[in-house]
């Protein structure tokens, strides 16, 4: 079974960054992506790009403050967040799928053990 591991996660002040990585991609998958759950809440998607480099997608919430990359030589994916906020507060999980299109969490078929962002105001 296929381990994905992130790192980078912390406490920020309101309008600060933060940087999450994932490691541990199989060599199966098309796409990878970010989800968050916040306490009491389900888990939602952030951000997805497909391991051959295609445009990548973004929840609305987080369009133009995050940012996901892929680098290919290391085998990982990251999320720059920048601008953050105190609802950016969450675990935030790295995914893969085996598929070409992917929409919520069940069309993932690896997850990560997740990363705990605070953002404080």
């Known amino acids: 079974q296929a381990q994905l591991e992130e790192s980078g996660g912390g406490s920020v002040q309101a309008g600060g960054s933060l940087s999450l990585s994932c490691s541990g991609r199989?060599?199966?998958?098309?796409?990878m992506g970010w989800f968050r759950q916040a306490p009491g809440k389900e888990r939602e998607f952030v951000a997805t790009?497909?391991?051959?480099?295609?445009?990548?997608i973004y929840a609305e919430s987080v369009k133009g403050r995050f940012t996901i990359s892929r680098d290919a030589a290391k085998n990982m994916v990251s999320l720059q967040m920048n601008n953050l906020k105190p609802e950016d507060t969450a675990v935030y999980y790295c995914?893969?799928?085996?598929?070409?299109?992917?929409?919520?969490?069940?069309?993932?078929?690896?997850w990560g053990q997740g990363t705990q962002v605070t953002v404080f105001s």
């Open positions: 790009i497909s391991w051959n480099g295609d445009k990548p």
């Open positions: 995914a893969a799928s085996r598929q070409m299109r992917v929409g919520g969490p069940r069309t993932y078929d690896y």
């Open positions: 199989p060599s199966s998958v098309y796409v």
